[in-house]
C-alpha cells in the first residue's frame, strides 16, 4: 500500500465514529493528558479504553473530569496489567481495538535504580505481550495501528554538544532507559518481521498538570510550598529538554493521522535547561504566585526568607546522564508539528495548577509516597549548604 493510501485510512479510521483507541497506562501523566487531548482537542469521533493497572503513578483521578463528560459512552476504564497476555486477548476478542496508544511503563530512573525488577515486567514483558495481542487482532483484520511511547533517554547521554536525531545509535544507561529501548526493538522487530504496522516516538522531559511529584518539577513546587529542601542532584548543571505536555499529546496525534508505518519520530521541546535553572525558575515564580513571606510553612522556620533559599545540593543519582537534546526538525518537517508553549508560560500554567489543585495532590501523596521519599533521599545526605549557587 502506498504511504499516501496508509495515511488517508488511518485518518478515516481515527474520523469514524466506530473506531476503538486502546491507550495503556492512561491514567498515568501523559497517558491521561492524552486521553483528555484527543477527546476534548481533535476530531477524533470513536470511544476510548483506557487500560491501567494502577500501579503507584496510576491515578483516576486525573481522569474525573473525563468520566463525567465521556464516560459509558466514549471512554471506558479497564483496569488491567499489560503482562496479563491472557486478560489483553478477552479484551481484544470483546472490543474492536484499531488503533493502540502504548504509554504503561514504569517510567521513573531513581526507582529503576532502587529496584529496577518492575522496569523489565512491565516495559520489555509487558510491551512484549501487547505486541503479541496486536499481532493476533491484526492478522485477523488489518486495520491495526499500533503507537509505542518511547524516550530521548535510549540514545543515552551528549556532553555539551550534539544532538539525538532518529539515526542516533542506542546507548542507554539506566535500567529504565535500557528498558525502554528494549521495548523500542521489539516493536520495530514487529514491523520487519511480522509487517505489524507500528509507529514510534522518542521524546524530551515532559512537564504539566497531573505529573506524579516524584519528577523534577512537581517535587520542587510541593517540596518548596511545604517549605522543605529542594533537593538538586549532583552540581545542578545536567542539562534537559523540556516539553509542556499537550504538546508531546498533539505530537502523537498527529503521528497517528500521518505518521507512516514502520517510522520513528524524535519529540522535543527544543528547550534546553539546567537543573538548577529549572529549579531557580520555580522558585522565581512560586515568589509571584505564593510569595514566600507570607508562607507559615517557611515563616516557622527562621531565617529562611526566600524559595531559594531551600535549595540544598546532594549527593548525585548514580550514571546521572548529562545532557539531553533532541532534534525534532523530522516531526516538524514531514507532519507539520511544532511545539505551542513556551517554557516561562508552560511553567507559570503548570505551577498555577498544582497550587489550585491541593485535593488531586493530597489525593496521590499517600503513605507509599511518603516511604519513596524516604528512601531516595534519606541516603543522598545534602553536601553543600542550601541556596542558590
Ligand atoms: P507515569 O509513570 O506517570 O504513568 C505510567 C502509567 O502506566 C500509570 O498510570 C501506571 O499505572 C501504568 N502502568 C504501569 N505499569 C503498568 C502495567 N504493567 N500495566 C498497565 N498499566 C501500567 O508515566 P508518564 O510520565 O506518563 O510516561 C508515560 C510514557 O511516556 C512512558 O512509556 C514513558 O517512558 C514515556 N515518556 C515519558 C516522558 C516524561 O517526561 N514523563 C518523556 C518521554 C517519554
Ligand atoms: O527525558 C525523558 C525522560 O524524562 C522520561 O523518559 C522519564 O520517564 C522521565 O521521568 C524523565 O526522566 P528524568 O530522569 O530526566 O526526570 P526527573 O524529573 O527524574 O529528573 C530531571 C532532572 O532533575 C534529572 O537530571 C535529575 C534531576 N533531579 C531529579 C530529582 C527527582 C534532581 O536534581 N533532583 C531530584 O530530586
Redesign the pocket.
Known amino acids: 500500500m502506498s504511504q499516501g493510501a496508509q495515511i488517508d485510512d488511518m485518518r478515516r479510521l481515527l474520523g469514524d465514529g466506530h473506531t476503538t483507541m486502546l491507550v495503556?497506562?492512561?491514567?498515568?501523566?501523559?497517558?491521561?493528558n492524552f486521553i483528555r487531548h484527543v477527546l476534548k482537542r481533535t476530531d477524533f469521533q470513536g470511544t476510548i479504553i483506557n487500560?491501567?493497572?494502577?500501579?503507584?503513578?496510576?491515578?483516576l483521578a486525573s481522569l474525573a473530569d473525563i468520566e463525567r463528560e465521556f464516560g459509558g459512552r466514549r471512554y471506558l476504564f479497564e483496569h488491567?496489567?499489560?503482562?496479563d497476555y491472557q486478560r489483553l486477548e478477552d479484551l481484544f476478542s470483546k472490543q474492536p481495538v484499531s488503533v493502540i496508544v502504548?504509554?504503561?511503563?514504569?517510567?521513573?530512573v531513581d526507582r529503576s535504580i532502587h529496584g529496577p525488577a518492575?522496569f523489565i515486567?512491565?516495559?520489555i514483558n509487558?510491551t512484549f505481550r501487547l505486541l503479541e495481542t496486536s499481532r493476533n487482532a491484526w492478522k485477523d483484520r488489518k486495520d491495526v495501528r499500533f503507537h509505542h511511547?518511547?524516550?530521548?533517554?535510549v540514545y543515552g547521554s551528549l556532553g555539551a554538544t550534539g544532538e539525538f536525531f532518529e539515526n542516533t545509535p542506542y546507548d542507554p544507561r539506566s535500567p529504565?532507559s535500557a528498558s525502554?529501548a528494549a521495548s523500542d526493538h521489539l516493536v520495530r522487530a514487529y514491523f520487519h518481521t511480522y509487517g505489524l504496522p507500528v509507529t514510534l516516538s522518542?521524546?524530551?522531559?515532559?512537564?504539566g498538570p497531573y505529573?506524579?511529584p516524584e519528577?523534577l518539577i512537581p517535587l520542587v513546587v510541593l517540596n518548596a510550598l511545604e517549605g522543605k529542601a529542594l533537593p538538586v542532584y549532583g552540581d545542578g548543571k545536567n542539562v534537559r529538554d523540556w516539553l509542556y505536555v499537550d504538546d508531546?499529546c498533539e505530537a502523537i496525534w498527529q503521528i497517528l493521522k500521518q505518521g507512516s508505518a514502520g517510522e520513528t519520530y524524535n519529540v522535543g521541546g527544543e528547550c534546553e535547561k539546567q537543573n538548577i535553572e529549572v529549579v531557580s525558575a520555580i522558585c522565581d515564580v512560586l515568589e509571584e504566585l505564593a510569595p514566600a513571606k507570607d508562607n507559615p510553612a517557611l515563616n516557622r522556620q527562621g531565617g529562611i526568607a526566600r524559595y531559594r533559599d531551600l535549595i540544598a545540593y546532594i549527593h548525585d543519582r548514580p550514571g546521572h546522564d548529562r545532557r539531553y537534546a533532541i532534534n525534532c526538525d523530522k516531526i516538524k518537517r514531514e507532519l507539520g508539528w511544532k511545539q505551542g508553549h513556551d517554557f516561562v508560560n508552560g511553567l507559570r500554567s503548570t505551577i498555577a495548577w498544582y497550587l489550585q489543585n491541593a485535593a488531586w495532590v493530597d489525593g496521590i501523596r499517600s503513605g507509599d509516597y511518603q516511604k519513596w521519599i524516604e528512601r531516595n533521599y534519606s541516603a543522598r545526605s545534602s553536601h553543600t549548604n542550601r541556596g542558590a549557587k
Do not use: R
Open positions: 495503556t497506562g492512561g491514567a498515568g501523566f501523559i497517558g491521561s487500560y491501567d493497572n494502577l500501579t503507584y503513578a496510576g491515578n488491567g496489567d499489560i503482562c502504548h504509554f504503561a511503563a514504569e517510567s521513573h518492575d515486567e512491565t516495559n509487558g511511547v518511547s524516550t530521548d533517554e529504565y525502554k522518542n521524546c524530551s522531559n515532559n512537564y505529573q506524579f519528577k508531546h
